[in-house]
């Protein structure tokens, strides 16, 4: 059974960091590429940020390009997002998700449960 | 960006009674490749997005037959024959040809 567990989230003032983490398992979690999604609270979805299997392909939304960094350590099975200079805006549940699109395309099978980050003062 | 707008954006309806979704895409989403990379998805209340439907028109691994996606270019509806009470939540569509991947607002399922 495929699962993906985040953790890290929690209550962060502006300009705070964070570092979000996802442990996969039931899968050959080295095979497939991973995302960052997240919704805000009472809101839609919107994509965070995009990683190959093999680290080699990373993207990032405009809204976090500069402040955010996606990353994996495939022997550990896990997936990161390192949240940096964070914005009243960045408040919402950030999910992993995984993603078996070859290269012409992105799309989630299946996600994580969710970890709340709320930045306030 | 790809613009994804949904219609309607919420919607009652008495079990047993077919439902329809409709999501235009702002550019196509047929790619060279000869495929059409439009995705639905369910979040179901207090959860995380469930997939339903991929490339249009397959369903997901344990998805119920009552489901069905239909379209092409940059329209696209999301059929169900005979709603049940457990399909209740928020449907979103979503194109993964195009960076950013980007989603519909939503089209909240309520039961009458």
């Known amino acids: 059974e495929v699962q993906l567990v985040e953790s890290g989230g929690g209550l962060v003032q502006p300009g705070g960091s964070l570092r979000l983490s996802c442990a996969a398992s039931?899968?050959?979690?080295?095979?497939?590429?991973m995302n960052w999604v997240r919704q805000a609270p009472g809101k839609g979805l919107e994509w965070v940020s995009y990683i190959s299997s093999s680290s080699s392909t990373i993207y990032y939304a405009d809204s976090v390009k500069g402040r955010f960094t996606i990353s994996r350590d495939n022997a550990k099975n896990s997936l990161y997002l390192q949240m940096n200079s964070l914005r009243d805006e960045d408040t919402a549940v950030y999910y992993c998700?995984?993603?078996?699109?070859?290269?012409?395309?992105?799309?989630?099978?299946?996600w994580g449960q969710g970890t709340l980050v709320t930045v306030s003062s | 960006d790809i613009v994804m707008t949904q219609t309607p954006l919420s919607l009652s309806v008495t079990p047993g009674q077919p439902a329809s979704i409709s999501c235009k895409s702002s550019q196509s989403l047929l790619h060279s490749d000869g495929k059409t990379y439009l995705y639905w998805y369910l979040q179901k209340p207090g959860q995380s997005p469930q997939l339903l439907i991929y490339?249009?028109?397959s369903r997901f691994s344990g998805v119920p037959d009552r489901f069905s996606g239909s379209g092409s270019g940059t329209d696209f509806t999301l059929k169900i024959s005979r709603v049940e009470a457990e399909d209740v939540g928020v449907y979103y569509c979503?194109?993964?040809?195009?960076?950013?991947?980007?989603f519909g607002q939503g089209t909240r399922l309520e039961i009458k």
């Open positions: 998700a995984r993603d078996p699109g070859g290269p012409a395309t992105a799309f989630f099978d299946y």
């Open positions: 039931g899968f050959t979690f080295s095979s497939y590429s």
């Open positions: 490339e249009v028109s």
């Open positions: 979503m194109q993964g040809i195009h960076l950013p991947p980007t």
